[in-house]
Nanobody, 121 residues
């Protein structure tokens, strides 16, 4: 019914930048909060950044000042601009969205399949 497709993951050198995108498609009536999580090998999945439907944002302390989350509601897309990347940012990055389907009265969480970000020289 709903698909979230991430893109933009890559291998980048320390200090470099990447921009991740996540586009939602399907029988969507509206989307509430959208977020980015990441999971490094051997570690638990953690919240990186979130954005509400009206643009309020929050960030993990480890990425404040380096990452910026934004969204384009017309395109049902959320972005994560990542600057000054560090090796410890290496992880699979997942997007999630609270989606209200056409014909439904509540929102449900949906997840993308993940995109690999590797920061290494």
């Amino acid at each position: 019914q709903v698909q979230l497709v991430e893109s933009g993951g890559d291998l980048v050198q320390p200090g470099g930048s990447l921009r991740l995108s996540c586009a939602a498609s399907g029988s969507i009536f509206s989307i509430g909060a959208m977020s980015w999580y990441r999971q490094a090998p051997g570690k638990e999945r953690e919240l990186v950044a979130g954005i509400t439907s009206v643009g309020g944002t929050n960030y993990a302390d480890s990425v404040k000042g380096r990452f910026t989350i934004s969204r384009d509601n017309a395109k049902n897309t959320v972005y994560l601009q990542m600057n000054s990347l560090k090796p410890e940012d290496t992880a699979v990055y997942y997007c999630t969205a609270e989606v209200r389907l056409v014909g439904s009265s509540r929102r449900w969480p949906y997840w993308g399949q993940g995109t690999q970000v590797t920061v290494s020289s």
